[in-house]
DNA sequence: ATGAAAGCGCTAACAA
DNA sequence: TTGTTAGCGCTTTCAT
């Protein structure tokens, strides 16, 4: 690899000289023309990289921030990678992105690596809302904002969709649509997301006057979800809309409906938060709560930077969801 | 931060002995059990963090190597990043992800960047089958192998999909259906990817003694694709049997169907390259051609791996894939 | 069994 | 207008 030192060699400069050319501030050094001319036509012809490495090093910076997410193979998670990317990418950061699987270990062990990393900072969204490591983190002064929830009781930036507007959105359209038996399937409350979807969809209901014909909680998958809807249609009085908190649930929930084979949609309707790019497609239609995934990624790396430069940075920033009516 | 030096200052050592202890080579310099402990204890309470930044620096060597992808939307790509970063973890590297866009300037820059960050390899997937950017990095020395596809004429491993074979199994799921009016709806041949399903394509079909019903050569979208099946499907003597080339295509596709209204299976079946994770709540069935797209990524940093420490590596590794008919 | 010193590539403070 | 020097945190070579 061919360094400055290289170039201030051949050119018989001092390696400052080359670092001043190269680095831009040859107006503020009065280099001479010549000189810079000299330099930049050397670079070229040696094939110069600055090395981002060193710099990083003496800098005590890295310019490199990391995005722990849970699962990559959910189009939020991606959403937000994509997001994060661009941001970080048109700051001059890049992001290493890794994954968490929910698990809390091996969340441990992944901020541990990417402290030794020194990363500048990190989005990470907490495993539960009693998440150890992070308060861990916290004290040892790492700036990291939340993505999609919070831990409780720390004074941590989060960036989030407002999952109470979004369960109220999908209420107000079970109940526009003329229903009242509306059943909710959820995740566990352990993780902020599913306990504040639930809180919203307690809330709206009531606003209607409607009591919940049914609150299922799960773990937040397919197979669960699919279980529980199957539960919910055998039932006598049985629902007539049905909210699911998630991608995953969602997909459950329309399993199951098919395999009822009920008249969708005068007998059931369906809405799940998390959209569905290919929702047009399935049998049984499906209307849902978009986040605008990119853009929670883009504002947590916006408030990352923010923190990283020592500046405030809002508690929460909430991003409105919207509903897709199919 | 705390360095050696902090601990050493603490504890009335060298940093070379902390060093020593901290690397695990104790054993090798006989440092005595009591140093060993103390350094050990100090570390803990100082709450050291190794630099792996230092480290990098001074080796010359990052333990880091990015993955370039088009299009993280696309679930091949973001099957390929789990693969890869799941291997690379493993091995003790992080993974970098940028995204190409499939656009050669974006993809020069890219390059670029990560050159300078100084990145021990790359994961990329060439933009064209002439994709210059990939053959000054070759020139250049630095470590890559290449991913679903490949440039020409150079010799760089691969790690991809058995794109011919891929071709086959969908012609032959169609034939077997006993569809003899089978076409196919695919992407550029600038794309290599593309280059060789529809030679798969035409092989099998000739194999078969089948004329092409049609092939649609079209930008890999849905919008495209579906534009072309529209008019595939408006012909007197419309094809029986579509295969669509990608995942794009395929969504594209089946919405010309859907608004075609035709009976489906009976007058018209598709086959699409790429599986699709929910293709068992479309209202029109879809077979699918399933690549294990987390292999590919694992194999791609093995091959990374290899070619990093000199070891020789296969110009191309292939990668089963599978239908999964429906 | 432990330590001193050099050096990885770069930048900034300070000379000249 | 250009150069000298020091230092970022770590590992390794060579002493002691």
């Not at 390696?15 to 107006?27: A, D, F, I, R």
């Not at 409350?189 to 919940?212: D, N, S, V, W, Y």
């Not at 883009?298 to 969801?321: D, S």
Request: hydrophobic content about 45%; glycine content about 6%; aromatic content about 6%.
């Amino acid at each position: 690899m061919v360094r400055m030192k290289d170039i201030a060699e051949k050119l018989a400069l001092s390696q400052t000289t080359v670092s001043h050319v190269l680095t831009g501030k040859h107006e503020h050094y009065r280099i001479s023309p010549s000189t810079v001319e000299r330099v930049r036509r050397a670079a070229e012809e040696l094939g110069y990289r600055s090395s981002a490495l060193a710099r990083a090093f003496r800098d005590r910076k890295s310019y490199s921030v990391a995005l722990a997410v849970e699962d990559l193979t959910n189009p939020f998670w991606t959403g937000v990678a994509i997001g994060a990317e661009k941001e970080a990418e048109a700051q001059g950061y890049v992001l290493i992105v890794s994954n968490t699987n929910g698990d809390a270990e091996r969340e441990r062990r992944t901020v541990q690596m990417l402290q030794e990393r020194r990363v500048d900072g990190m989005i990470v969204s907490p495993v539960t809302v009693a998440d150890q490591t992070l308060l861990d983190l916290r004290k040892e002064g790492l700036p990291f904002v939340q993505i999609d929830r919070s831990i409780k009781g720390a004074d941590i930036p989060c960036v989030r969709t407002d999952h109470l507007a979004g369960s109220a959105l999908a209420v107000e359209h079970l109940v526009r649509r003329g229903h009242k038996e509306i059943a909710i399937v959820c995740g566990p409350p352990e993780i902020q997301t599913f306990q504040i979807r639930l809180e919203g969809f307690r809330k709206a209901m009531a606003k209607h006057g409607l009591k919940p014909a049914g609150v299922e909680v799960v773990r937040a998958l397919a197979e669960p979800a699919q279980e529980a809807v199957r539960g919910l249609l055998e039932r006598r009085a049985r629902p007539t809309g049905i909210y699911t908190a998630n991608i995953w649930m969602t997909f459950g929930a329309l399993r199951a409906v098919r395999d009822a084979k009920l008249a969708i949609p005068r007998e059931l309707e369906i809405v799940g938060f998390d959209d569905i790019a290919v929702a047009d497609l399935f049998a049984v239609p499906v209307t849902t709560v978009w986040q605008d995934v990119e853009a929670i990624g883009r504002e947590a790396f916006k408030a990352l930077l923010k923190a990283m430069k020592g500046q405030p940075v809002p508690r929460e920033t909430l991003i409105a969801p919207r509903l897709k009516a199919r």
